[in-house]
């Protein structure tokens, strides 16, 4: 009994103590709460006037953009944390908290309002506005045109392909700014890249702005333009241009050549050097998995010498250009005569690789590695198992024929090559057998230079580089060449003194380079030595954007931070490496500068549904380029091919086929306007001028792959699309050293001269006539054919494969005709005829 006592004290005391702690809390409860009431209470009025700014932000007259994002959550961010999450449980009347939920779900989920508002406001624009936009251009702008004109986003990248209206879009958004009154005209900079595309987007601009008043203030520069016009302003002294155009520059570069040949003993022989074993990539036949990719790749190289020899491979056009170099008289593939036991029919004659007639010796070029493997392209036939077999079966006959006849054999190796002594190995060969070798004088070696097919090539690479250089900011002591990179060493040593002296001839007159213009005017701003006010950066073509121009637009944006930069492009076009374009600027957009609304505008009224599938599949073969899905807004009509492949075999045969082309044309559509594409100016036909008299009701113009940029045509004929340095791709534009200037490069195999291709088929709104030499055709003529071709492969080097005529009968040819010369009699193949001509029908 007295523990039961007990117990019950304790448990009294127990709940008294538990009494005063729950009082104690609830009172504690009770002020805390009263605490917090008071606190939201002197706040009341912050969020009070926080909803009002939001709703103001979202009321439809206006985008709500990233920087309007962060200044209500850089305003409201103390009266968020102020805000305890239990208010609700508070007491609070139902006003205060209804007004609490509204500021905790706008501040909280501020990114996704944004999102739905800017979704729903360019809905509600486009019906405020449809009229406006309706009257713009004589049809009305599409969904997409309009979507791309009314987001406004602290960056806007819109991608409009080729045809779709990337100009009209930027001048209808001219036009929304100024009707909105969102900017006014001296707010705006509006860029272009040409003076012809300048002035028409002047045009253009002012025709759509032709009932604003203040339209009239509108300007619209190129870079280069609005470049010098800063640095006139920033300049007491007058200002020259050192050179009216790209020709000029060129010449400069080719006279201060010569001049360094002539004077400089080191600069000659490092010139000599560079253009006899440098002057095309280092790239052989061993880097291939297969022999279709090395002729693939083959294609775009003539793989001719010094004096004028056409080669097979690039060793083989460094040794040839070695004994031109050093007076060696030297035969190419020059017949060995053999004895009828010793012919066999199914290998052909035997040719070696060179002959030296003055000590009849004759020369093999074997591409073994050290330890006498092939390269993995090399084929095999029967009885012999591997490649390896094969070659090195065709090795010892060569010998025993060699030591059967008891004629002079020299021999090479491609691992020679690899390991840089493929000449020093040579010289000490011929110099066994007593070959005179004698170099050849500075007047000689000029003369060679000077006839080469490749010189004029080398000084247009030398411009190309130095404009490339001078935009990215570097200067050729800034470069160096990747380990093992013997090739851009070499070049180096030459662009160094031309780059001093090109320098030293701008600071003598003195006068500014279109790249310095860009240069110095970032500086100007960088520095306040310029000063303007604007509101809105808009950019067309903007895929041609240089790492320089890009510094240009951060100079103008630190100055302006409130800025907003409206970019219009299509990466696909992306066609001006050689001025310092940078397709990562593009491609990069978002992470060059910052938060970006991304538009598309992709239904193209230029060309039909078969020219568009043509070339989207064409150019999208490069994944760095972004995928796009165009469609086109006009169908080919039934049974109509829209690419037809023209051959020839010579010049002659050209201008005739030429004229054959434009009869043709003249048959479907007697006053049609006609594009002459060439790659380069000189692909212009002599003949041009009596065309345009002989067609004079059709409208025949000739321009280059770059110059036909943005202009539209009824038929297109591409000329002259053969392999080559020069040819069309020219392996000059896609040359691997240019990528040490740029900030990402595109190592996709010709991925620029693919975009400059993809731009000149997809200029007609009819028709492409894609004339080339049968002999030499450009490796994207065997791609395009190849895509509509027939299943069957080559037996030679597993490469695509199309129906010819023979005298006698029809067969498979390998498209790689004539580097090779595999054949499949047409009855040995599985397919029939109407199949094959059924895969080529979209492309002729």
Same mark, same amino acid.
């Given at each position: ?73 850089? $305003? ?30 706008? #501040? ?13 406001? !360019? &809905? ?58 969102? /900017? ?32 009239? +203030?509108?300007?619209? &520069?190129? *870079? ?15 200002? &020259? ?30 010139? !000599?050097? =560079? ?11 061993? +880097? *291939?998995?297969?022999?279709? +990719? ?41 017949? =060995? ?50 490649? &390896?077999?094969?070659?090195? /079966? ?6 025993? $024929? ?55 090539? #080398? ?28 090739? #851009? ?78 970019? !219009? ?8 490496? #050689? ?31 078969? $020219?568009?599938? !043509? ?35 010579n010049g002659a045969k050209r201008k005739q086929v030429l004229v054959d082309t434009l009869e043709a044309i003249r048959s479907e559509q007697s006053n049609a306007t006609v594009f002459l594409i060439g790659r380069y100016k000189s692909n212009a036909p002599k003949e041009l001028h009596t065309l345009i008299q002989q067609f004079a009701g059709l409208d025949i113009k000739f321009y280059t792959a770059h110059g036909v940029k943005g202009m539209t045509c009824d038929y297109a004929v591409l000329l002259d699309l053969n392999s080559g340095i020069l040819g069309f791709p020219s392996e000059m534009a896609d ?10 490069? +595109? ?12 731009? /000149?088929?997809?200029? /007609? ?58 054949? $499949? ?20």
């Amino acid at each position: 009994m007295p523990n039961s006592k007990i117990v019950i004290k304790v448990i009294r005391f127990i709940l008294l103590i538990a009494s005063v702690i729950g009082i104690y809390w609830l009172i504690k409860e009770w002020l805390l709460r009263r605490a917090f009431k008071k606190k939201l209470s002197a706040i009341i009025d912050q969020v009070r006037d926080a909803n009002a700014s939001f709703t103001t932000i979202t009321n439809f007259e206006q985008y709500f953009c990233y920087a309007d994002e962060l200044r209500f959550l850089e $305003i409201n961010t103390l009266t968020r944390k102020a805000i305890v999450n239990n208010y609700a449980a508070l007491g609070l009347d139902d006003e205060t908290v209804k007004l609490l939920q509204q500021f905790c779900d706008n #501040f909280d989920n501020c990114a996704v309002r944004r999102k739905d508002y800017n979704d729903e406001f !360019v &809905r509600h624009e486009q019906v405020k506005f449809g009229d406006f936009f309706a009257r713009l251009e004589a049809y009305p702008l599409s969904s997409d045109q309009t979507e791309a004109i009314i987001r406004d986003e602290d960056n806007n990248l819109v991608l409009a392909g080729a045809g779709t209206g990337k100009t009209t879009t930027i001048s209808g958004k001219v036009a929304y700014l100024l009707e909105k009154g969102l /900017a006014r005209p001296e707010e705006l900079l509006i860029i272009s890249f040409t003076n012809n595309a300048a002035k028409e987007m002047q045009e253009r601009t002012a025709r759509f702005c032709r009932h604003i008043d203040a339209a009239k +203030d509108l300007e619209v &520069r190129t *870079f280069n333009s609005y470049g010098f016009l800063v640095c006139r302003s920033c300049s007491n002294q007058e200002i &020259r241009v050192a050179f009216d155009d790209a020709e000029q520059a060129k010449q400069f570069l080719q006279e201060k050549f010569n001049e360094l040949f002539t004077e400089d003993a080191s600069f000659k022989r490092k010139a !000599v050097n =560079y253009l006899a074993f440098f002057n095309r990539p280092l790239k052989e036949e061993s +880097d *291939f998995e297969n022999r279709n +990719d090395y002729l693939n790749y083959e294609q775009g190289f003539k793989n001719t010498t010094l004096d004028g020899k056409k080669v097979k491979s690039h060793q083989e056009l460094q040794i040839a250009n070695f004994f031109c170099l050093f007076n060696i008289n030297y035969e190419y593939e020059r017949h =060995y005569p053999l004895e009828i036991e010793d012919r066999n029919p199914a290998f052909g004659i035997y040719q070696p690789d060179f002959y030296l007639p003055d000590y009849q010796i004759w020369h093999e070029h074997y591409g073994i590695s050290k330890n006498g493997d092939v390269p993995k392209s090399f084929t095999t036939r029967p009885p012999y198992a591997t490649a &390896r077999e094969y070659y090195h /079966a065709g090795m010892a006959w060569k010998d025993s $024929i060699h030591e059967k006849y008891n004629t002079q054999l020299i021999k090479s190796f491609a691992h020679e090559a690899a390991e840089g002594k493929l000449i020093s190995n040579l010289k000490h060969k011929l110099a066994e057998k007593g070959v005179d070798m004698r170099e050849r004088s500075g007047d000689e070696l000029m003369s060679l230079i000077k006839q080469s097919p490749d010189y004029e090539d #080398f000084i247009n690479f030398i411009y190309v580089f130095l404009t490339l250089m001078k935009s990215c900011g570097k200067s050729p002591d800034e470069l160096s060449p990747n380990r093992g990179d013997k090739r #851009f060493r070499v070049f180096l040593d030459l662009i160094r003194p031309l780059y001093h002296a090109y320098e030293h001839h701008l600071n003598n007159i003195p006068a500014v380079d279109f790249n310095d213009m860009i240069i110095h005017a970032t500086q100007h701003f960088k520095n306040g030595a310029f000063k303007k006010s604007y509101k809105y950066i808009l950019i067309d073509e903007f895929q041609d954007m240089s790492l320089g121009r890009y510094e240009l637009l951060k100079a103008i944006r630190s100055q302006n931070p409130g800025i907003k930069i409206y970019a !219009v492009g299509d990466d696909w076009q992306s066609i001006f490496r #050689f001025t310092g374009s940078d397709l990562s600027i593009i491609t990069q957009f978002k992470q060059h500068f910052g938060v970006t609304s991304q538009s598309a505008v992709l239904q193209t009224y230029r060309f039909n549904d078969q $020219i568009l599938k !043509v070339s989207s599949e064409f150019i999208q073969k490069n994944s760095n380029q972004i995928a796009k899905q165009l469609t086109a807004f006009h169908s080919a009509p039934l049974g109509h091919s829209s690419f037809e492949f023209v051959k020839y075999h010579n010049g002659a045969k050209r201008k005739q086929v030429l004229v054959d082309t434009l009869e043709a044309i003249r048959s479907e559509q007697s006053n049609a306007t006609v594009f002459l594409i060439g790659r380069y100016k000189s692909n212009a036909p002599k003949e041009l001028h009596t065309l345009i008299q002989q067609f004079a009701g059709l409208d025949i113009k000739f321009y280059t792959a770059h110059g036909v940029k943005g202009m539209t045509c009824d038929y297109a004929v591409l000329l002259d699309l053969n392999s080559g340095i020069l040819g069309f791709p020219s392996e000059m534009a896609d040359d691997p050293m240019l990528n040490y200037l740029l900030q990402e490069g +595109d190592n996709f195999e010709n991925a620029e001269e693919r975009r400059v291709f993809y731009v /000149a088929i997809t200029r /007609a709104r009819y028709k492409n006539f894609l004339m080339y030499n049968e002999n030499q055709a450009s490796k994207f003529i065997i791609e395009l054919q190849a895509s509509g071709s027939s299943n069957v492969r080559c037996p030679d080097c597993s490469g695509p494969m199309t129906k010819r005529s023979g005298p006698h009968s029809e067969f498979y040819g390998c498209l790689h005709y004539p580097k090779c010369k595999g054949k $499949i009699p047409l009855n040995k193949v599985g397919i029939s005829v109407n199949d094959v001509q059924i895969n080529r029908s979209l492309v002729g």
